[in-house]
């Protein structure tokens, strides 16, 4: 079974603190994915990665930056973290074919106070 | 651009029944690929079942199968026989074949299921 893990489950991060929430695969997919989760709004993708050191923006990536330096691991990075980012974060990976599907981490629940 | 809309923000259904989540989209692509995901309470969000555009027959999953509507653009759950264990929130997922690998989901729907 694919494994997705994210590093932590609950954060609490004070205004303007650079956070990192970190993602890890343990099946060499080359596709991995940020996404945020909020109620009403479904999943939008923050960013995305297909390869290593390869990066591509998604829906909402205004206040985040990303980094995939080995192809297991996928870092979401808030550089100055807000209260409206305050949300839950998903990562997710695939393989990269047409029709396969995404395989998610359990979610960080982050708040910003 | 796409849009996916799930129009029941809540359902509930009774043990050993059988319920229908809607999902309608919103695209001008002939070929496309079709997903349900639950998330459970744990949060850990998998795969229900998958649909690829092009396939007129509807997929199933042992409990679980879809009504594609291609020219309606409709995308709908059946659970039968309803478990506990069902009881999460179903999110209808679109992804293009040319829009490279963005998976547009939808708002949602809470399932309960009521012993």
């Known amino acids: 079974d694919v494994k997705v893990t994210q590093s932590s489950r609950y954060l609490v991060k004070r205004t303007g603190e650079k956070v990192f929430l970190e993602c890890v695969q343990d099946m060499d997919h080359e596709n991995m994915f940020w996404y945020r989760q909020d109620p009403g709004l479904g999943l939008r993708l923050i960013y995305f990665s297909y390869d290593v050191k390869m990066k591509e923006k998604g829906d909402i990536p205004e206040g985040y930056s990303v980094s995939r330096e080995k192809k297991e691991r996928f870092s979401l990075i808030l550089e100055s973290a807000s209260t409206n980012q305050t949300s839950m974060y998903l990562c997710?990976?695939?393989?990269?074919?047409?029709?396969?599907?995404?395989?998610f981490g359990n979610g960080t629940r982050l708040t910003v106070t | 651009a796409q849009t996916v809309t799930q129009s029941q923000p809540e359902m509930s259904v009774q043990e050993a029944e059988t319920v229908t989540l809607s999902c309608t989209y919103d695209t001008s692509e002939s070929d496309y690929y079709l997903f349900w995901y639950k998330q459970p309470p744990s949060r850990q969000m998998i795969l229900v079942i998958r649909q690829e555009a092009y396939k007129q027959q509807n997929a199933t999953e042992n409990r679980f199968s879809v009504n594609f509507q291609k020219a309606a653009k409709s995308f709908s759950l059946k659970i039968s026989d309803s478990q506990l264990g069902d009881a999460a929130m179903y999110f209808c997922a679109y992804r293009s074949i040319t829009s490279y690998d963005k998976v547009i989901f939808g708002p949602g729907t809470s399932l309960s299921v009521i012993p």
């Open positions: 997710a990976s695939r393989v990269g074919t047409n029709n396969s599907p995404l395989h």
